[in-house]
């Protein structure tokens, strides 16, 4: 009913930047958060920004003052803007969106990801 599309990602050089989106489609009402996720080969997913409707946001200590997440209430989308990417960056990323739908169900949805490759 709700579909979450991931887009941009890349192979990249250190210091590099990429620009991720992530598109809501299907019968929404609203959506609240969005955010994006990263996992890394043999780790955990974790939390890499998130944004609230109103534009709140909150990042991972690690990609503080070096992402910035916002989004496009209109278009239902989500972006996530990497610059002076490093290495460690390397994960595939996932889009996160709480989705309010047509007939008032709220739901978590996930895309199915995007590799970034940051290359030494």
């Known amino acids: 009913q709700v579909q979450l599309v991931e887009s941009g990602g890349g192979l990249v050089q250190a210091g590099g930047s990429l620009r991720l989106s992530c598109a809501a489609s299907?019968?929404?009402?609203?959506?609240?958060?969005m955010g994006w996720y990263r996992q890394a080969p043999g780790k955990q997913r974790e939390l890499v920004a998130d944004?609230?409707?109103?534009?709140?946001?909150n990042y991972a200590d690690a990609v503080k003052g070096r992402f910035t997440i916002s989004r496009d209430n209109a278009k239902n989308t989500v972006y996530l803007q990497m610059n002076s990417l490093k290495p460690e960056d390397t994960a595939v990323y996932y889009c996160?969106?709480?989705?309010?739908?047509?007939?008032?169900?709220?739901?978590?949805?996930w895309g199915k990801g995007t590799l970034v490759t940051v290359s030494s």
């Open positions: 944004i609230t409707r109103g534009g709140s946001t």
């Open positions: 996160n969106a709480e989705v309010i739908s047509s007939d008032y169900v709220k739901v978590d949805y």
């Open positions: 299907g019968r929404i009402l609203s959506i609240n958060h």
